[in-house]
């Protein structure tokens, strides 16, 4: 199933880029673990991690994401396309969930900030 929604994605890459073979190409695809913090039903602060998986189908472009986006890169994507991938058997025959996949539309190298000092959240402060 695929779908016109397009995604902002920031996260860190979490494995190297893989490539893949194309009919006409290569194609690559990147594991980006997204870092959300939001407050819960209880109002409590709350982190949670999600993994995601980009592709692209453009050479040019899986050959800049081998070249220049290695695990532990810092990242903001553009995806303008999502999938959901079926769940499927692996060698051992365990099956594996499916999962949601963004396609590449765009993607740049972004530095964390953290401030200097003051306060992150209410009451929360930086620690020196």
């Not at 899986?62 to 692996?90: C, H, S, T």
């Not at 972004?110 to 402060?125: C, D, F, H, I, K």
């Amino acid at each position: 199933m695929n779908s016109q929604l397009s995604a902002h994605i920031v996260g860190h890459v979490i494995a190297a880029p893989r490539t893949f073979s194309l009919r006409e190409g290569v194609g690559c695809d990147l594991r980006v673990l997204v870092t959300r913090r939001f407050y819960n039903s209880f109002g409590i602060p709350t982190t949670a991690e999600t993994r995601v998986k980009v592709v692209t189908y453009d050479t040019v472009m899986a050959e800049r994401l081998i070249r220049d986006y290695q695990m532990g890169a810092f990242v903001e994507i553009i995806a303008d396309n999502v999938r959901v991938e079926k769940p499927w058997q692996n060698k051992q025959g365990e099956w594996v969930r499916g999962s949601a996949v963004f396609t590449l539309e765009k993607i740049r190298h972004v530095t964390v900030q953290t401030p200097e000092s003051g306060e992150v959240l209410a009451g929360v402060s930086v620690a020196s």
